[in-house]
């Protein structure tokens, strides 16, 4: 039937110009698999709070120190500060929790980003979240190719990641990106996988958090039989109930969690009412409750328990000590405790929605920015002076 | 993700993908609309889709099944009217005989969608009986009993058309 096929190429003959813009499609799915559920990994920094926080009580542990330096990942990202090496002054350090899945695009976001800073007293450790949301100029990269230009500030990790950039790659851009908006000085930094995380949360056995809101769980739930299932299906941005299965809920009140509901907590944001502010504070608690159990346990006293714990950690950390070392950090922290730690709400924990350049993603309030100036300028003791309400007092 | 591939695969392919949907649907508009859902939709399983051995197949089954969901959608289920669309093709006709094109895609458009597809398919995109069957997801068999009557209905409406008065378009 040849003159079939002929007819058929004579109909099809003629196509008028396309509307299909290739790189739209692409820019959109980009942009819509980053958002997908990478609330999930992000809480994973703790960790990295806790290894470099607890550092103080085991200064002199040289063993560990040999054991860290081998199994940890270690990078040089962040640009050298002649004079800093030595970490006198306020100190920055960084802490990211990516989502090590990789999504459809192949981008690895930052889900969380607190920024640890150290007065110059070196006696405080405050713990300043940067919602993932945010919307910032992110500068160009040269070594993946990337532009520069206005998106949400997870991206900045996901676009320096790109390629070969890996988490080094991550890591310097992000850096670069808080610096030109806040002019904060990253002095070291760790990015924590949420294996890493885990891992970490399982070899102390759990934590002890005070759940301060009702939580209920999107993503885990228990069926008729007993089972674990999954408690609601979200198709089109609806989260639909699955009939026969009771999702996990955390009520008000102090308890020792098991790491699989401490880690489950503190991903939950869509049925909490402060949302994206409430995990972040949830994060910070959990950050705080892992130091607290790390120095408390006697994990820091006994050298074979300290060695599971730093080994746990292992591949999911890599850490950048901006060309100080594992030792200077320890030095610098040794007179922070468990106490010592202080949670801050950024925008008072309120969201501030904006679009700029069609790109949906929130902004820093004005008190939030002069926030971001006190860490700059190591006066946040006198910031929280004027606004009490923002530190968190639930431990 | 490679999506360097997935830009290098769509450049070349673009083209045959929008001549397929529109043979299927009849439309250029609606034409870029499906071939645009199957984009997005090999985008986000490229992963898996590049290793593919054939992955044209799996763009035409893509592109398929999307045509048949928009032909569920209620503003385009067919509406009855008294008379003919189209009037049918003009000269003597015949099937050695290159076909008017409008009057070839009015017949197409009243075949039933699997049996347009089939056609498409075996006669645009050259596919073999047990490739069309792997798109359509059919038995050989199938696919050939298709063609058969598809065929066999393109030729009534020609002789039809032959036979009708060619100036004037018949009514019902």
Redesign the interface.
């Known amino acids: 039937m040849e003159p079939l096929s002929e007819a058929l190429r004579q109909v099809a003959a003629d196509p008028p110009p396309t509307t299909i813009d290739v790189d739209r499609i692409v820019a959109a799915e980009q942009r819509r698999a980053r958002h997908r559920h990478w609330a999930a990994g992000t809480a994973a920094v703790a960790l990295a709070v806790a290894v470099v926080i607890s550092g103080g009580s085991i200064v002199g542990t040289r063993a560990l120190v040999a054991r860290y330096g081998s199994t940890v990942n270690k990078v040089d990202a962040l640009p050298t500060h002649p004079g800093r090496a030595a970490l006198n002054g306020p100190v920055n350090f960084l802490v990211v929790g990516i989502d090590g899945r990789n999504g459809p695009s192949g981008l690895v976001r930052s889900d969380t980003i607190i920024v640890v800073h150290i007065p110059a007293s070196h006696d405080r450790a405050y713990l300043v979240s940067i919602p993932r949301d945010t919307a910032v100029e992110i500068p160009a990269f040269p070594p993946t190719g990337y532009r520069g230009g206005h998106d949400k500030i997870d991206a900045a990790y996901a676009l320096g990641s790109m390629g070969n950039g890996g988490r080094a790659g991550g890591l310097k851009l992000l850096a670069e990106t808080i610096r030109q908006m806040s002019g904060i000085t990253v002095d070291g930094a760790a990015v924590v996988d949420f294996a890493g995380f885990r891992n970490v949360v399982e070899a102390l056995g759990g934590v002890h958090m005070c759940v301060d809101e009702k939580t209920v769980s999107l993503h885990i739930g228990i069926d008729r039989n007993g089972r674990y299932a999954p408690p609601f299906t979200t198709a089109g941005g609806q989260f639909t109930p699955v009939p026969g299965v009771t999702p996990v809920v955390y009520e008000p009140g102090c308890r020792d969690l098991a790491p699989w509901q401490a880690l489950d907590y503190i991903r939950q944001r869509v049925f909490i009412p402060d949302g994206d502010y409430g995990r972040q504070r949830h994060q910070q608690q959990l950050l705080a409750a892992i130091a607290t159990r790390a120095m408390s346990s006697g994990v820091l006293s006994n050298p074979a328990k300290l060695d599971a714990l730093v080994r746990a950690a292992g591949g999911g950390l890599t850490v950048d000590f901006g060309g100080a070392d594992l030792l200077d950090w320890m030095a610098t922290l040794k007179s922070v405790g468990p106490d010592d730690i202080v949670m801050i709400r950024t925008n008072g924990g309120h969201y501030q929605p904006v679009k700029v350049d069609g790109v949906y993603g929130e902004q820093l309030s004005p008190d939030s920015r002069q926030l971001l100036q006190a860490v700059r300028d190591d006066t946040v003791a006198d910031f929280l002076g004027r606004h009490p309400d923002w530190v968190v007092e639930d431990r | 993700?490679d999506?360097a591939g997935?830009?290098e695969y769509?450049?070349v392919q673009?083209?045959p993908l929008?001549?397929?949907a529109?043979?299927l649907c009849g439309d250029?508009?609606t034409?870029?609309d499906l071939?645009?859902t199957a984009?997005?939709k090999l985008?986000?399983?490229?992963?898996r889709v590049s290793q593919m051995e054939n992955i044209d197949a799996y763009a035409r089954r893509v592109l398929f099944r999307a045509w048949l969901d928009e032909r569920r959608r209620p503003w385009r289920r067919e509406r009855f009217t008294d008379t003919m669309p189209e009037p049918g093709g003009t000269g003597p006709v015949t099937?050695?005989?290159?076909?008017d094109?409008l009057a070839?895609?009015a017949y197409?458009a009243e075949l039933p969608p699997r049996r347009r597809a089939v056609?498409?398919l075996r006669?645009?995109c050259?596919l073999s009986v047990e490739d069309t069957a792997e798109v359509l997801g059919c038995s050989t068999g199938t696919v050939k009993s298709q063609t058969a009557r598809a065929?066999d209905t393109?030729r009534e409406r020609m002789l039809a058309a032959v036979t009708a008065s060619p100036v004037t378009s018949r009514r019902h």
């Open positions: 993700m999506v997935y830009r769509v450049a673009l083209d929008r001549r397929t529109y043979l250029w508009h034409a870029d071939v645009s984009l997005i985008f986000r399983r490229w992963k099937e050695t005989s290159v076909v094109r070839l895609a197409l056609l498409v006669y645009f050259d065929l393109l």
